[in-house]
């Protein structure tokens, strides 16, 4: 079965860096998302992404943040000047074509970012 | 504003027992509703999901859900739990294209 897939696992990254997390969707699929899970917290929706624009982006999602489609198959969340609080579990998400929400998202197995 | 309510933090079941995860949902029209399941180390893999019509929904693994639009719940059920049952599980209400979480429930299953 296809499957989102989301490297590195865990990436721990000194306060003020930049880092990019990496998605690949699932390859037919149209739509694309960013949630964080801060340990202990729940799963929180970062942005969405159709047609190589955001669609939807939550408060969380300020400046600091930004996402990119480079290619036919890689999708990234970038985050500059990174802060400890940004340490959390990141997943990627990817669904197919149908109107609002009437197809399923599927889940990466997630990003550990750890900040120090 | 939409919003997902987990009540139960942790249950503890034993093998071969009926499992009931409680879901309930706050939302102004009509829910686009899922379950999924997060065993340690792992993503979200969805168990089942609710978009229309029939409100007992059949999932994978043998999970069940029904939807009560009377009491805004959509609670998750197995007849007989197996070890490998022991994850977390998420319900999530879906609408615009961003689903709401709630805040999980971990299973834990004893021999």
């Known amino acids: 079965e296809p499957e989102v897939t989301q490297t590195p696992s865990h990436q721990v990254t000194q306060m003020g860096q930049e880092v990019i997390l990496r998605c690949v969707p699932i390859s037919n699929h149209l739509y694309f998302y960013w949630y964080r899970q801060i340990l202990g917290q729940k799963v929180e929706f970062l942005v969405s992404?159709?047609?190589?624009?955001?669609?939807?982006k939550s408060e969380i999602f300020d400046d600091q943040f930004s996402v990119e489609r480079p290619d036919g198959s890689n999708f990234t969340l970038k985050i500059r000047s990174t802060k400890l609080e940004d340490s959390a579990m990141y997943f990627c998400?990817?669904?197919?074509?149908?109107?609002?929400?009437?197809?399923?998202?599927?889940f990466g197995d997630g990003t550990r970012l750890s900040i120090l | 504003a939409q919003s997902v309510t987990q009540p139960d933090i942790h249950i503890t079941v034993s093998e071969g027992a009926s499992l009931e995860l409680r879901c309930n949902y706050s939302?102004?029209?009509?829910?686009?509703l899922f379950w999924y399941v997060q065993s340690p180390g792992q993503g979200l893999q969805l168990l089942l999901k609710y978009f229309s019509g029939d409100t007992l929904v059949q999932g994978i693994k043998g999970f069940e859900a029904e939807f009560k639009r009377s009491q805004s719940s959509f609670n998750l059920r197995k007849p007989s739990v197996h070890w490998s049952d022991a994850a977390e599980y998420f319900c999530a209400v879906g609408a615009q294209d961003k689903l709401t979480f709630g805040g999980g429930t971990r299973v834990l299953v004893k021999p």
């Open positions: 939302y102004g029209a009509t829910p686009y």
């Open positions: 998400a990817s669904r197919g074509a149908g109107t609002n929400s009437n197809q399923p998202q599927h």
């Open positions: 992404f159709y047609n190589n624009e955001i669609s939807e």
